[in-house]
């Protein structure tokens, strides 16, 4: 079916500003939802960063000497896996070694331009059965005297606790994103069944005379559209705009110790290009069903 | 062009608004469907328009068994039927040239064809000089010829009005009937509902009386009675 160009670009204009009031809060409503999910990202994201090495449970680390042979690493693999305490275990040779040092230091090359692969340490990371500090003092005290041992480091309280509290802010995040998610779904309901309503006659003249309900449809479809290009486009820039800052304040600060927070920009891209794709989805998604909900005004 | 096989019609609340109704009515006829107010005419009307479906019986319009019509194809279906109604229907904000335009637009015709032919039914109504007039500048009878023109412009094969000259005086139905008359001498069949004696009378075309749902009388070149 031939749309009329014209046809749609005046009914969609017309719908947006009739009620610029509520067009302005659905906007913002899925902009500030959209950039919590992108923050949420984020925090996760920059946390991982910094803590690569103290991943999924891991509470050990054992560092064996670049030395160490063939059957000392055997002879680690073997007591690990028979050792009733530990859960899991993972070995880390030279070469995956390196490449978490080049994605940890990709911010200070000077650092990393010291480092050869032969350098590191091959290891293993040990996920114990039970994360308390005497079960994991137990066992690093256990292996650091083993044959090819050099060292074994175990995850610090404050590792610990930035964790966690990343992780409940991250969830929290999350959680008021669904929130304002869900209310900015409500609102783009209650736009377009407004903007329906308003337009009750004319929908009546139309099914009358024989217009398709997807042609009825389509106008307050992209109303919807448009609210979600604004939106997440808002978003976006939002979510660079605080990324840069927090980045340079880091840099400004010579705060080190946060420095491996910091995220990428291919990170950042990722997330936006998500955070794009999933404002337009859902809001034209939603304006799909309120249409639809409501067309029998 | 439309058959109607004992077809009945309860709407919600028990109320029987047609009931084993039957009837047949041929291409290019002109039908006045009489009776009391609450006997079930305009139950009939939307009924050939799919805006209801009855709970027995079966109606055929063009050939087609509309009841089994899925939902996408009822659009299609209202192309080959124009409707007129006692309210008009026209849109406030729109011109008397945009009213009907619209109606055209909504089905995606192109343009060019728009240009051409609402100028056109504009004339042939005897409304060209009022296309920049807004509805409320005009009188009733007016009103009543735009929605003739928007429900005639894309030349259906059918045109429903129901009570199209119940808000009008005689002098003015007259000439509505005059209108309806020239669309019909095009082959287009119309089905009229009305309860105006004095148009029914004088008119002397074929007249389906119904009285509480029911049928019950179907007179060519009949009078009201
Ligand atoms: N949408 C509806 N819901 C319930 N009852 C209705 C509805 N429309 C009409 N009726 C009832 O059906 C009967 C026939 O109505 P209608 O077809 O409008 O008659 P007419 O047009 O001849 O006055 C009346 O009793 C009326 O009250
Ligand atoms: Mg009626």
């Known amino acids: ?297 | 062009m439309i058959t109607l096989e004992n077809v009945t019609k309860v709407y919600k609340g028990d109320v029987v608004a047609l009931k084993d109704a039957s009837c047949e009515i041929q291409k290019g006829e002109f039908v006045f469907l009489v009776g009391p107010s609450g006997s079930g005419k305009s139950t009939m009307i939307r009924l050939l328009n799919r805006e209801e479906v009855p709970q027995a019986g079966k109606i055929f319009v063009a050939g087609k068994d509309i009841n089994g019509l899925s939902s996408w194809k009822i659009p299609y279906l209202r192309r080959n039927i124009g409707c007129v109604f006692q309210d008009y229907k026209l849109l406030p904000n729109k011109t008397i040239y945009e009213n009907v335009a619209f109606a055209l637009e909504v089905i995606g015709r192109p343009k060019h064809v728009i240009k051409t032919q609402v100028p056109a039914i504009l004339e042939l109504v005897g409304l060209a000089k009022k296309q920049r007039n807004y509805p409320d500048e005009l009188s009733g009878g007016e009103q009543q010829r735009v929605s003739i023109a928007r429900a005639f412009v894309n030349r259906p094969l059918i045109l429903l009005a129901d009570e199209p000259t119940g808000n009008l005086d005689p002098a003015t139905s007259v000439g509505i009937m005059r209108l309806l008359d020239r669309i019909n001498r095009t082959g287009t069949t119309v089905v009229m509902a009305t309860h105006d004696r004095g148009i029914v009378d004088s008119m002397r075309r074929r007249v389906v009386e119904l009285d509480r749902g029911s049928i019950v009388r179907d007179q060519v070149r009949g009078v009201y009675e």
């Open chain 1, 1 to 297: 079916m031939a749309l009329n160009v014209d046809y749609v670009a005046r009914e969609t204009g017309t719908n947006l500003v009739r009620n610029v009031g509520l067009t302005i809060a659905t906007i913002l409503t899925v902009v500030v939802s959209l950039v919590l999910v992108g923050a949420a990202f984020l925090i996760r994201q920059g946390v991982d960063n910094a803590f690569t090495t103290w991943r999924g449970g891991i509470e050990l680390i054992i560092y064996l000497e670049p030395t160490a042979t063939p059957q000392q690493t055997a002879a680690m693999r073997t007591s690990l896996a028979d050792n009733p305490e530990v859960k899991r275990s993972e070995y880390v040779d030279k070469e995956t070694a390196y490449k978490e040092a080049k994605k940890l230091f990709k911010n200070s090359p000077e650092m990393l331009s010291s480092i050869k692969p032969s350098d590191l340490p091959p290891s293993f990371r040990v996920v114990p059965v039970r994360g308390d500090v005497a079960t994991v003092k137990v066992l690093e005290n256990q292996y650091a005297k083993s044959a090819g041992v050099r060292e074994v480091f175990s995850a610090n309280d404050t590792i610990r606790t930035v964790q966690a509290i990343a992780g409940f802010i991250s969830n929290l995040v999350v959680l008021a994103a669904l929130i304002l998610g869900m209310t900015a779904a409500v609102l783009i309901l209650n736009t377009i069944r407004m903007a329906m309503f308003a337009r009750r006659r004319e929908i009546e003249v139309m099914k009358l005379v024989g217009a398709t309900n997807w042609f009825i449809r389509v106008p307050f479809m992209l109303e919807g559209l448009v609210q979600g290009i604004f939106g997440s486009v808002l978003a976006v820039a939002v979510l660079v705009f605080g990324n840069n800052l927090f980045n340079s304040q880091l840099d400004k600060r010579g705060i080190k110790l946060l420095a491996n927070f910091a995220v990428s920009n291919s990170d950042v891209t990722g997330i936006s290009v998500i955070l794009v794709v999933v404002g337009i989805t859902v809001s034209v998604i939603f304006s799909g069903i309120a249409a639809s909900l409501y067309l029998d005004v």
